[in-house]
């Protein structure tokens, strides 16, 4: 086959697969949806400030913009935790663990989750265990225990 035939792709964007959008539902803290529109803006801008000739980039901003676009359509602001008597949405939490350590996390949305931070995923099994659970209740998460110490 004669090469005049052939399309040539070296000028073609790379193919992004687009970003996974979890399926479970998109709570979020106030500050998780300011930090949702934040990047929206962000992105907006980069977007807008892109070079036209570079296709990669503007794809890959597209499609970040597509899925922070999607989460803030689909999150649900969930209110401050009116007590602390149980954990809830929004609880900041400190667990005792059996091998002795002591952590404190922030339940949070996914895209606000960050363990090294303190915040943790409500879809993650640590919080799944913790949700609905008061000061003093015992959970087994990864084939350990862990005391609920506090909950602010």
Known sequence: MSRAFVKDHDDAPE???????????NLVTAEGLAAIEAEIVRLTAELAAADGDDRDARARIG???????ARRGSAHLMPAPADAN??????????QRSDG?????????????DPE????????????????????????????????????
């Open 15 to 25: 193919e992004l697969p687009e970003r996974l959008v979890s399926s479970a539902p």
């Open 63 to 69: 499609r970040d913009l597509r899925y922070w676009t």
């Open 86 to 95: 149980i954990v809830h949405f929004g609880s900041t939490v400190t667990v």
């Open 101 to 113: 350590r002591r952590q404190t996390f922030r339940i949070v949305g996914e895209d606000e989750a």
């Open 117 to 152: 931070r303190g915040t943790l995923s409500h879809v993650s099994p640590l919080a799944q265990a913790l949700l609905g659970k008061s000061e003093g209740d015992i959970v087994r998460v990864a084939g350990g225990d862990a005391e609920i110490a506090e909950i602010a």
